[in-house]
């Protein structure tokens, strides 16, 4: 998930589609590039798989709560991939990073959720959208979630997880 969809929270809570809401612990939480991982003991789900980014032009879909629920999956299409000067907002964020501008219909709520390839793979994460309310939202590929995945099987401790911007 994005660290600023946590920050502030010490306990939170992870709900799968059709599951009753299970309390977890931030483990992993970097405000600079606004990553979190969240474990859940006894969470009985496989997890998602991390795929290559995408490319221009290619289909995708975003999940998330928007405006806290219920559950949505939302079609969505690359429309550009690259490096991005991301502006720091209440100490998180700031600094460049590979994303992806997304044609997406993506509302507050949503962040942390996964961009996913047609496969079902995970190719990134949303962190924003569009202030002007076009459906163009913003995600990180997974040039930068690899690095986060690769030691998340390890991560046990809780952390603390920053304080909650105004």
Known sequence: ????????????????????????????FDPVADLAVVAVDGLD??????APSLETG?????QGYPHGGPFTSTGAEVLDVGPARIPESGGIGGGEREIYALAASVRPG??????LSTGGDVVGVIFGRSEGGDDLAYGVTTTELTPVVAQAPELEAAVTPGACAD
């Open 1 to 28: 998930t994005n660290a600023h969809v946590v920050a502030g929270v010490e306990q939170p809570l992870v709900e799968l589609p059709g599951r009753p809401a299970q309390e977890g612990r931030v483990v992993y």
């Open 45 to 50: 789900a496989d997890p998602l798989t991390l």
């Open 58 to 62: 290619d289909p995708a879909a975003v």
């Open 110 to 115: 949503s962040s942390g959720g996964p961009v």
